[in-house]
T-cell receptor, first 116, second 110 residues
Framework: DSGVTQTPKHLITATGQRVTLRCSPR?????VYWYQQSLDQGLQFLIQYYNGEERAKGNILERFSAQQFPDLHSELNLSSLELGDSALYFC???????????????FGEGSRLTVL | EDKVVQSPLSLVVHEGDTVTLNCSYEVTNFRSLLWYKQEKKAPTFLFML????IEKKSGRLSSILDKKELFSILNITATQTGDSAVYLCAVNQAGTALIFGKGTTLSVSS
């Protein structure tokens, strides 16, 4: 158990809908990262928040947005869903703003999104 | 474009075999290279490498980095069924994020 909690574990929805994925980082961790894992693309970095502020952006679509709240939990909002958004969405946390050389991130168990 | 490429994409071996997984990278502002093991759920950390030529070992697993040729290998000796997983290689790019390869799926049959 990494200490990172993600909900829901599974989600099935229809195209055009909007969903929210939630992540609680490890106790004491200030950074939250969101990753998307699909069969053809592997694990892709979406966005990072540190202590409530957006700090880095990866390949995140404009239909997706995220935020980190004062209690440090984070939410990833996915809207106007398409079939291609079906994937496993991981949250990872770290105590650091910038990854040290160890670069170790602690991953949650993911939220599996299926868009029908 | 920054990229991490792993090979082979999948591998099937028998228990007791030795396997070598490959990871090559072209990433600006390289800080370190990491290996993760993913068994259906969250990736779990295996190794972190920053310097060329220094082998990291943990039991039957070992890994080495070549920063000149921009690649790393992960060796698993005397494989067991419990080694069946997806092995992910990732590069720490300037402390911003980890750039992952697509992974190698290892299946070990008894």
């Amino acid at each position: 158990d990494s200490g990172v909690t993600q909900t829901p574990k599974h989600l099935i929805t229809a195209t055009g809908q909007r969903v929210t994925l939630r992540c609680s980082p490890r106790s004491g961790d200030l950074s939250v990262y969101w990753y998307q894992q699909s069969l053809d693309q592997g694990l892709q970095f979406l966005i990072q928040y540190y202590n409530g502020e957006e700090r880095a952006k990866g390949n995140i679509l404009e239909r997706f947005s995220a935020q980190q709240f004062p209690d440090l939990h984070s939410e990833l909002n996915l809207s106007s869903l398409e079939l291609g958004d079906s994937a496993l969405y991981f949250c990872a946390s770290s105590v650091y703003l910038r990854l040290p050389n160890t670069g170790e991130l602690f991953f949650g168990e993911g939220s599996r999104l299926t868009v029908l | 474009e920054d990229k991490v490429v792993q090979s082979p994409l999948s591998l099937v071996v028998h228990e007791g075999d030795t396997v070598t997984l490959n990871c090559s990278y072209e990433v600006t502002n390289f800080r370190s290279l990491l290996w993760y093991k993913q068994e259906k759920k969250a990736p779990t950390f295996l190794f972190m490498l920053t310097s060329s030529g220094i082998e990291k070992k943990s039991g039957r697993l070992s890994s080495i980095l070549d920063k000149k040729e921009l690649f790393s290998i992960l060796n698993i000796t005397a494989t067991q069924t419990g080694d069946s997983a997806v092995y992910l290689c990732a590069v720490n790019q300037a402390g911003t994020a980890l750039i992952f390869g697509k992974g190698t799926t290892l299946s070990v049959s008894s």
